[in-house]
């Protein structure tokens, strides 16, 4: 009967797995489901592939990105392949290619890859592109056969997951491109609906909308139909149910307006962790140490909230003043280390006596010699401990991730014998402040700040698209000596006009 064979649907449905490309997606699709029911419905269980490769990655080791950058540079400056070539892009570049071809099963031989580099160019018999397509293969060879980084461990995680599939799974895919290699090796093994969703197959006012504002399949230049930026008060009107999207210089910006007429936002986008305040202690500290004591760059890091030790508000801003008097009166220009000394002398004794005996320990523990990255951050680490700031940057949020962040990078480093000078080695911390991202999720709020890449698939009451110009729209161009765009087209990875028509 109809009761009977309810249940049976309702059982196999509950036995599937839904994968979808982002959790947030989750409330609205068992929304959906519950609608078209019409009563309560046992839900699949939902996860995205990050979330299902993280199950069957376990206690596989994986080689951290710091780790796998520091050895490859290491390589590239003993054998002095590129010749003047900044070793420290190329090596970003051959990593970004082999993340790029994790999901790849195989790659031409060398001999294959050279020719493909050889189209790109419009060259032939180049001993520059051998040469680059040697360390292409060779980077993706190490990758595939030692411990692999990040990219790779998530596939091969996801082909363990096909090959011991059991249950029917359901994959729902936000983008327009072919189903993954371990898409396939799951569908041999048991049911698969894969859902490809695109607006061509809408019949609904806003699909009929974004088909007259961009037709299927045609490049979208302009958008049809923009409306002015809103007032803050149009902001505030519509603060139960907007939803704001913006890169993140954007973001930043409006939240700091909005933010002023006590309107909160739930930021998705985050910023860059090198732009806190807690970020900016730890480079005060590596300026003053790189200056070699200049006073501005001194009162910096003594001004910084991050540094005052056990001295309270007051005292700390006292000792901040009398120090500034005495180094504009002193003009001293004799280094940091004659500096410290000469202050020690001055104030022993007082609250600005033990800041600088605190600066005096701290810099003391900073070596002036080449040294791996490893004992620098772990140096780092303990010239903070010094001043007194790696408690005091635990207490906020910002900071505890700054200081969570060192030392991963110490674990992560450990083990490279590559020696760096104190300006190397800044570049290098420099460019893993940049690269990590900092999220407030202790704010939840229905006014959302979200990039556009995070918008598919997902309903809003309103959207303010801001920048929704040809700078902030266009995808990323490819630049450098091997991630170009006719050498991405020759390995088959996607370009920038397969990010364009996404």
């Given at each position: ?184 090796l799951h569908a041999a093994r048991v049911p698969v609906l894969h859902v490809q969703a695109t607006r061509a197959l809408a019949d609904t006012s806003v699909a009929r909308v974004l088909h007259a504002a961009w037709p299927p399949g045609s490049p979208a230049d302009s958008p049809a139909g923009l409306t002015p930026a809103p007032s803050r008060d149009d902001a505030l009107d519509l603060a139960s149910r907007v939803r704001l999207v913006g890169d993140r210089e954007a973001a930043r ?77 002193r003009n001293h220009v004799d280094g940091l280390h004659a500096l410290l000394t000469d202050a020690g002398r001055e104030f022993a004794g007082r609250p600005a006596g033990r800041l600088i005996d605190a600066l005096s320990q701290a810099f003391a523990l900073m070596p002036t010699h080449n040294a791996p990255a490893s004992f620098r951050v772990e140096r780092l680490l303990a010239a903070l401990d010094a001043l007194g700031a790696r408690a005091a940057l635990s207490l906020d949020a ?105």
């Amino acid at each position: 009967d109809r009761t009977t064979a309810f249940k049976s649907v309702q059982r196999l449905f509950a036995d599937c797995d839904l994968l979808i490309p982002v959790m947030a997606h989750a409330p609205a699709l068992r929304g959906a489901l519950l609608a078209e029911a019409g009563h309560a419905l046992f839900m699949p269980r939902m996860l995205t592939p990050s979330l299902l490769a993280m199950r069957w990655m376990g206690d596989a080791p994986v080689d951290p990105h710091p780790r796998r950058l520091l050895r490859l540079v290491a390589q590239l400056r003993q054998q002095a392949w590129l010749g003047d070539a900044d070793p420290w892009s190329a090596a970003q570049e051959l990593l970004e290619l082999a993340d790029a071809l994790a999901a790849s099963p195989a790659l031409p031989d060398e001999d294959a890859l050279q020719q493909g580099f050889e189209r790109a160019h419009g060259l032939t018999d180049s001993a520059a592109l051998s040469l680059e397509a040697r360390l292409v293969h060779a980077v993706w060879h190490s990758d595939c056969t030692g411990t692999p980084g990040h990219a790779r461990a998530v596939t091969e995680a996801l082909m363990r997951a096909a090959g011991a599939a059991r249950r029917p799974l359901i994959h729902l895919c936000a983008v327009d491109e072919p189903p993954p290699a371990w898409l396939e090796l799951h569908a041999a093994r048991v049911p698969v609906l894969h859902v490809q969703a695109t607006r061509a197959l809408a019949d609904t006012s806003v699909a009929r909308v974004l088909h007259a504002a961009w037709p299927p399949g045609s490049p979208a230049d302009s958008p049809a139909g923009l409306t002015p930026a809103p007032s803050r008060d149009d902001a505030l009107d519509l603060a139960s149910r907007v939803r704001l999207v913006g890169d993140r210089e954007a973001a930043r910006r409006t939240r700091a307006l909005l933010e002023r007429r006590q309107v909160l936002l739930a930021d998705e986008t985050g910023w860059k962790l090198s732009t806190t305040r807690a970020a900016a202690t730890v480079d005060a500290l590596l300026q003053c140490f790189a200056s070699d004591g200049y006073h501005r760059d001194l009162l910096d890091l003594l001004r910084s909230p991050h540094v005052a030790g056990t001295l309270d508000r007051d005292a700390h801003a006292q000792a901040i003043a009398v120090i500034d008097d005495w180094v504009v009166r002193r003009n001293h220009v004799d280094g940091l280390h004659a500096l410290l000394t000469d202050a020690g002398r001055e104030f022993a004794g007082r609250p600005a006596g033990r800041l600088i005996d605190a600066l005096s320990q701290a810099f003391a523990l900073m070596p002036t010699h080449n040294a791996p990255a490893s004992f620098r951050v772990e140096r780092l680490l303990a010239a903070l401990d010094a001043l007194g700031a790696r408690a005091a940057l635990s207490l906020d949020a910002a900071g505890a991730q700054v200081v969570n962040l060192l030392e991963q990078l110490r674990a992560d480093s450990s083990g490279v014998a590559l020696d760096l000078s104190f300006a190397d080695w800044r570049k290098w911390l420099n460019s893993e402040f940049e690269q990590a991202l900092f999220r407030d999720s202790a704010i939840d709020s229905p006014v959302v700040l979200t990039p556009l890449t995070a918008t598919r698939l997902r309903r809003f009451d309103a959207v303010y698209v801001i920048g929704a110009d040809s700078r902030h729209l266009a995808p990323a161009r490819l630049r450098g000596a091997l991630g170009h765009e006719g050498l991405r087209r020759e390995l088959g990875l996607p370009d920038s006009q397969v990010a364009a028509r996404q």
